[in-house]
């Protein structure tokens, strides 16, 4: 190779340590004998470099690992109430939207289940804690769920209310509950 000449990819392939020491001519950085390699000329810091990016060029690309979707657990199914009533809701951000639910108490829960733009919220606040249950509020799979549980033994209205997060959008739940 000599100098002025252009490296181009095609044509005939030279072996690695070939390869860098053509480059090297091109480049006229011939100072020393480097026997060890077994080429005649050499700069110990710069054939590193010029390693580096041949072999960095000719590596196999990964792909990136695909994403498996969230995994909804067999627990996350069990314990609803035997009778729950609950709307499918939307939610705008910024703006409270009315819900009501209608179970019976017979120990178990009754849910909403929302999500923004296809994925969980990230947190939340109860900002209207209820008086005669407790409230749960967890990611199931794809989507953000608010469990409701009556006290044990209650039967009437109860009332909570439940700001997400991001996009701060609010749900006000409405109670009814029954004799299971």
């Known amino acids: 190779m000599r100098r002025g000449q252009r490296l181009e990819s095609g044509g005939t392939e030279l072996g690695g340590i ?3 020491h053509g480059l090297l001519e091109a480049l006229e950085l011939r100072t020393h004998d480097c026997p060890a390699l077994k ?25 990136q690992a695909s994403v498996s979707p969230p995994r909804v657990y067999a627990a996350d199914l069990t314990g609803a ?7 499918k809701v939307t939610l ?18 009754c ?5 923004r733009n296809g994925k969980p919220y990230d947190t939340f606040l109860l900002t209207t804690r ?15 769920r608010i469990d409701y549980t009556p006290d044990r033994g209650y039967t009437g209205a109860d009332v909570f209310t439940v700001k997400l997060i991001p996009g701060e959008p609010s749900v006000r739940v409405a109670v ?5």
């Open 111 to 115: 849910a909403i289940t929302v999500s």
């Open 130 to 144: 209820p008086q005669h249950g407790r409230v749960l509020v967890h990611t199931v799979g794809d989507s953000t």
């Open 81 to 87: 109430a035997k009778s729950c009533e609950a709307p």
């Open 39 to 63: 080429v005649r000329s050499c700069r110990a810091p710069i054939l590193a470099v010029a390693a580096g990016a041949l072999l960095f060029g000719c590596a196999p690309k990964q792909e």
């Open 92 to 109: 705008t951000d910024g703006k409270t939207t009315d819900a009501t639910i209608k179970m019976g108490n017979d120990g178990g829960w």
């Open 176 to 180: 009814a509950v029954s004799g299971s």
């Open 18 to 20: 070939s390869k860098i």
